[in-house]
């Protein structure tokens, strides 16, 4: 598998100057600069700060204060990151009233067999170390999906399934302080292998995955939420959990607090049209009134959009809608040669 250096860049968004990955300062204006730890599975990655935060933030997450927007660290390097591989693109972005980034993107390809991968986590906010949660999962799916594939794993189900529990156990060993009145580091996690035709699909939480084309564009997960859940067994109408207060709380995530029996949803859809398998946090689908908006965005960007055209113009949109939560966006167009 052929590995490029990171692109890295200060960021400071006045700035923007290339930076070597072991610089600690930008030679052009001083900034603080803290390496990212990038996986071997990324092509080619490009970091940069974004702009500052016009207004507060809302509930539980907060945005901070103008200074902790501000504050130039570790916590600046994840404000805006994006990851392109051939026939992919992820964008992960800290929107405009959060005070930093609590998403986390990973893209990998495998050549033999010919696999693109995709996940996508969104930190948990009500929990310790939530920006920590989201990286730590992704880099442990998308590190335990390469190592199967590459060790010749056909069975895509099986090695979601494994990925998924490596996540699990990444998250569920970052220390906490059971006394600090917060959740331990918690993560919701979608993850997509898409090979030969097919797109194995594997979540916990609300974070999505949808296919787009001409054809039509179709939600592939189902959120682990308590309006889903109720809307399931029958109990409330889509409307009606939708008005509920309890509507968005999560039945299922990625922590050490939750019951190790509740395993990963996992799917596999046979690639029939031509289209882009898309992931995001609820920071774009917030935004969204249904699969179809979504489908007709990504169609108004022309037949030929290259996968990192399409995570940009949804990232805007959900930064123009208001951008309240980070929002994250991997897309991947699988190949032609597989007979469409």
Not at 11 to 30: I, K, L
Not at 57 to 86: A, F, I
Not at 232 to 258: I, K, N, V, Y
Request: charged share 20%.
């Amino acid at each position: 598998m052929t590995v490029a250096r990171p692109l890295s860049y200060c960021p400071n968004p006045s700035c923007r100057a290339q930076v070597a990955p072991s610089d600690q300062f930008c030679e052009e204006c001083g900034q603080s600069i803290v390496p990212v730890d990038h996986g071997p599975w990324e092509l080619s990655v490009e970091v940069r700060g974004a702009p500052a935060a016009p207004r507060g933030g809302r509930g539980s997450n907060g945005s901070g204060s103008r200074q902790d927007r501000e504050t130039r660290g570790p916590s600046r390097t994840r404000d805006h990151v994006e990851l392109s591989l051939p026939g992919a693109a992820g964008i992960s972005d800290r929107g405009l009233e959060r005070s930093r980034n609590e998403d986390a993107v990973r893209l990998g390809q495998i050549a033999n067999p010919d696999t693109t991968i995709l996940v996508v986590c969104d930190g948990v906010s009500s929990s310790q170390s939530a920006a920590r949660a989201s990286q730590a999962a992704a880099d442990a799916a998308a590190a335990s999906l390469t190592l199967a594939l590459e060790a010749g794993s056909r069975d895509l189900e099986r090695a979601m399934t494994e990925a998924v529990a490596a996540a699990r156990a990444a998250v569920s060993v970052i220390p906490h302080q059971p006394w600090a009145g917060k959740d331990p580091p918690s993560t919701t996690l979608v993850a997509a292998a898409i090979a030969d035709g097919r797109v194995t699909v594997g979540w916990v939480g609300d974070s999505r995955a949808y296919f787009v084309g001409p054809a039509g564009t179709w939600q592939l997960s189902s959120d682990d939420t308590w309006a889903a859940e109720q809307v399931a067994l029958g109990h409330l109408s889509e409307r009606e959990a939708a008005r509920d207060p309890r509507g968005r709380f999560l039945t299922r995530w990625l922590g050490s607090d939750q019951d190790v029996d509740l395993g990963p949803s996992v799917r596999t859809f046979e690639i029939e049209r031509p289209g882009f398998v898309l992931l995001c946090t609820d920071g774009l689908w917030n935004y969204l009134d249904g699969a179809d908006s979504l489908g007709a965005m990504v169609l108004e960007l022309g037949d030929d959009t290259a996968p990192a055209t399409v995570a940009r113009a949804l990232t805007e949109f959900a930064r123009d809608a208001g951008g309240h939560d980070n929002i994250t966006v991997a897309v991947a167009l699988p190949s032609r040669r597989w007979g469409w």
